[in-house]
């Protein structure tokens, strides 16, 4: 019996039990919140003028995964970064849309390759490379082969918004570091401003308490019949 009694008493005896919070947001498709218990209650404005993105570079068409380029083995060199960027030679013996696609993913660049087929009448397969979210994350890829060329169709850029009058850049779509105990998932741009609010919620702490008046009346009954 004292030891319900104790647990009881020990879900009331951390102050964050009592600082909880809901978080209500008028543009919910635009972006997701959560808050800590290390939030605060109180309104904010937020606007969301562009997300954060990889780049995406796609190859020329081929035939089959497995046809040969024209020749073998090949180099592909890959560069990473914007301002500062690092470049890598990657060797590819197996000179195919395969052999290519294994020897950049077992590098571990940060760029992804995967083979996708397109569903052409010829020609349907390409690399798609994939890379890391955020302007610094681009990247370029060249081949020694011709046969082997590269195009991006998407650019990698950061997630820009304003919160409160101030202006952030970040390289990724979740942020937990522009509003004290709250995290941000962006998934789209806003309709002008949305406001999301902080409000401080007594429900869990209320449950508690409530739980630990029955649990303790319970104890004392039982005493009373032991005695």
Do not use: H, M, W
Request: glycine share 4%.
């Amino acid at each position: 019996v004292l030891s319900v009694v104790k647990d009881a008493a020990e879900r009331l005896n951390d102050a964050k039990d009592f600082n909880t919070f809901t978080v209500n947001n008028s543009q919910e498709s635009a972006f997701s919140a959560t808050s800590t218990t290390s939030a605060r209650a109180g309104s904010n404005n937020i606007t969301v003028s562009q997300i954060a993105q990889e780049q995406r570079s796609v190859s020329n068409a081929f035939a089959s995964e497995t046809t040969a380029f024209n020749a073998n083995p090949i180099t592909v060199s890959i560069s990473v970064g914007s301002s500062n960027p690092t470049t890598t030679e990657i060797t590819v013996t197996d000179a195919s849309l395969q052999g290519t696609v294994s020897a950049i993913n077992a590098a571990n660049l940060g760029v992804t390759a995967e083979i996708v087929d397109t569903g052409a009448a010829s020609d349907r397969y390409r690399i798609q490379l994939i890379g890391e979210t955020g302007a610094e994350n681009a990247f370029t890829l060249t081949s020694s082969d011709s046969a082997l060329t590269f195009s991006s169709v998407q650019t990698a850029t950061d997630a820009q918004l304003n919160v409160n009058g101030i202006d952030f850049t970040r390289s990724s779509n979740v942020i937990d570091d522009v509003i004290t105990g709250v995290t941000l998932s962006l998934n789209t741009v806003t309709s002008g401003a949305a406001n999301l609010s902080i409000n401080q919620d007594d429900s869990q702490a209320r449950t508690n308490i409530v739980d630990f008046v029955a649990i303790y009346n319970e104890a004392q009954r039982q005493l009373k019949e032991l005695s």
